[in-house]
């Protein structure tokens, strides 16, 4: 790797790292352009654990970027899938208000819906609820016939082939150490030997805010995880769930509670949590990185933040530990699920941005510099926004890297 000098190194093989590199390799056919992975495989973190949701809008206040990229990326990524011949359903979501005091934010989420432009929303009664998903309870819900469920590891490997085709490199087993400047040039250095680049495209995900600080920016955030851990029903208990379940969210919170999720590939997922991982790729409860630990508590926002929500934390933990209660909490949408129709399932990390003032960053942050482009913060709906993202991305990198476009 060393004798080889890119116009553009790309940090993170995750779907926003791959869409990224793919439309720049459309736009700037010319242009060298790496991607540099450290995993052996694609789409390992993030993408490969999140629940396949291809969200159509609802949550996020209109103007955020979350919304605009939301609304922008579906249909892009639905026609992606139709062009590459990616299976995807547009099942449809249920969200439920389990009771009276809920139906305010229910409507909130109604109007934020159709402001962002969300095509089909309604709010049904009960009767209706049965007809969608005959199993759940409600006074009343958000139904949402437009979102759907894909496999997004398989839109990243496709977003990476099609990046191959343009002429685009990739290196696995590469995990970034440092990074040195000389000249103008920057040196990548990776477990798999160096990279020279003369721009960079920081898509790190979990390590997003590190690699920041490798190049010398001074942020605001620091990426706290949190592991979300799922139940599967079992096969036999699969028919309790049409689509996609969810709960009215906790406004103050931002996590979409436990839910019920049908995969592309047939399985239902419940879940998940959000208890604090004590390692960035904490995966199990055994997982534990002394030194990253030890980071996430000497930063001030990590004790600012625990002080405001530490009622919630303490919830998801007994949540985490009791499956008696995580079942209390699932009976609320599915009065009739029990522990036995649950196996263990899987789980996944969110790279949550946490300010220093203690504050949850909940919506994305970009960073652009004049050699850089930093992607701080990528929640949900990033998946499904990778192509919207990916395009803004490109956009400051043409501009901040004076990249001229091959027409």
């Given at each position: 790797?060393q004798?080889?000098q890119?116009?553009?190194?790309i940090i993170?093989?995750?779907?926003?790292?791959?869409s990224t590199?793919?439309?720049?390799?459309?736009r700037?056919?010319?242009?060298?352009?790496?991607?540099?992975?450290?995993e052996?495989?694609?789409?390992?973190?993030?993408?490969g654990?999140?629940?396949?949701?291809?969200?159509?809008g609802?949550?996020?206040?209109?103007?955020?970027?979350?919304s605009?990229?939301?609304?922008?990326?579906?249909?892009?990524?639905?026609?992606?899938?139709?062009?590459?011949?990616?299976?995807?359903?547009?099942?449809?979501?249920?969200?439920?208000?389990?009771?009276?005091?809920?139906?305010?934010?229910?409507?909130?989420?109604y109007?934020?819906?159709?402001?962002?432009?969300?095509?089909?929303?309604?709010?049904?009664?009960?009767e209706r609820?049965?007809?969608?998903?005959?199993?759940a309870?409600?006074?009343k819900a958000?139904?949402?016939?437009?979102t759907?469920?894909v496999?997004?590891?398989?839109?990243?490997?496709?977003?990476?082939?099609?990046?191959?085709?343009?002429?685009?490199?990739?290196?696995?087993?590469?995990g970034v150490s440092?990074?040195a400047?000389?000249?103008?040039?920057?040196?990548?250095?990776?477990d798999?030997?160096?990279?020279?680049?003369?721009?960079?495209?920081n898509?790190?995900?979990?390590?997003?805010?590190?690699?920041?600080?490798?190049?010398?920016e001074?942020?605001?955030?620091?990426i706290?995880?949190?592991?979300?851990?799922?139940?599967?029903l079992?096969?036999?208990?699969?028919?309790?769930?049409k689509g996609l379940?969810?709960?009215?969210?906790?406004?103050?919170?931002?996590?979409?509670?436990?839910?019920?999720?049908?995969?592309?590939?047939?399985?239902?997922?419940?879940?998940?949590?959000?208890?604090?991982?004590w390692?960035?790729?904490?995966?199990?409860k055994?997982?534990?990185?002394?030194?990253e630990?030890?980071?996430?508590?000497?930063?001030?926002g990590?004790?600012?933040?625990?002080?405001k929500?530490?009622?919630t934390?303490i919830?998801?933990?007994?949540?985490?530990?009791r499956?008696?209660?995580?079942?209390r909490?699932?009976?609320?949408?599915?009065?009739?699920?029990?522990?036995?129709?649950?196996?263990?399932?899987g789980?996944g990390?969110?790279?949550?941005?946490?300010?220093?003032?203690g504050?949850?960053?909940?919506?994305?942050?970009?960073?652009?510099?004049?050699?850089?482009?930093?992607?701080?913060?990528?929640?949900?709906?990033?998946?499904t926004?990778s192509?919207?993202i990916?395009?803004?991305?490109v956009?400051?990198?043409?501009e901040?890297?004076?990249?001229v476009?091959?027409k």
């Amino acid at each position: 790797m060393q004798s080889q000098q890119y116009d553009v190194v790309i940090i993170g093989g995750g779907i926003l790292g791959l869409s990224t590199a793919m439309q720049l390799a459309q736009r700037y056919p010319s242009g060298k352009i790496a991607v540099v992975e450290k995993e052996s495989e694609l789409a390992s973190h993030q993408t490969g654990h999140n629940s396949g949701v291809i969200h159509s809008g609802i949550y996020y206040r209109p103007g955020s970027w979350k919304s605009k990229f939301c609304v922008a990326g579906v249909q892009k990524l639905v026609d992606f899938c139709d062009a590459n011949e990616i299976e995807y359903d547009r099942c449809g979501k249920a969200i439920i208000a389990t009771d009276e005091s809920e139906l305010g934010r229910l409507q909130d989420l109604y109007e934020r819906g159709v402001a962002n432009g969300v095509q089909g929303l309604e709010i049904v009664g009960p009767e209706r609820l049965a007809e969608i998903e005959p199993h759940a309870y409600g006074v009343k819900a958000l139904w949402a016939p437009r979102t759907g469920i894909v496999d997004y590891v398989r839109v990243a490997k496709a977003y990476a082939s099609r990046f191959q085709e343009l002429g685009g490199e990739i290196y696995l087993g590469a995990g970034v150490s440092n990074i040195a400047a000389t000249a103008g040039i920057q040196e990548v250095q990776t477990d798999n030997g160096s990279i020279l680049g003369r721009h960079i495209i920081n898509c790190a995900g979990l390590y997003a805010d590190k690699v920041a600080r490798l190049m010398g920016e001074e942020t605001n955030l620091q990426i706290v995880p949190f592991r979300g851990e799922y139940y599967t029903l079992k096969p036999d208990s699969q028919y309790l769930v049409k689509g996609l379940i969810y709960p009215v969210p906790d406004p103050r919170f931002p996590f979409l509670g436990v839910h019920y999720t049908r995969n592309i590939h047939g399985q239902v997922e419940a879940g998940p949590n959000a208890v604090l991982a004590w390692s960035r790729e904490g995966y199990k409860k055994s997982d534990i990185k002394l030194g990253e630990s030890f980071d996430m508590l000497r930063f001030p926002g990590f004790w600012k933040m625990s002080a405001k929500h530490w009622k919630t934390g303490i919830s998801e933990m007994n949540r985490s530990y009791r499956k008696n209660v995580f079942v209390r909490d699932l009976q609320k949408l599915i009065p009739t699920i029990s522990g036995a129709d649950l196996d263990t399932g899987g789980s996944g990390v969110r790279a949550q941005a946490v300010a220093k003032d203690g504050s949850l960053s909940d919506d994305f942050n970009i960073l652009q510099g004049n050699i850089a482009v930093h992607v701080l913060n990528a929640p949900s709906p990033g998946a499904t926004s990778s192509l919207a993202i990916g395009e803004y991305i490109v956009d400051l990198a043409i501009e901040s890297f004076s990249i001229v476009e091959d027409k």
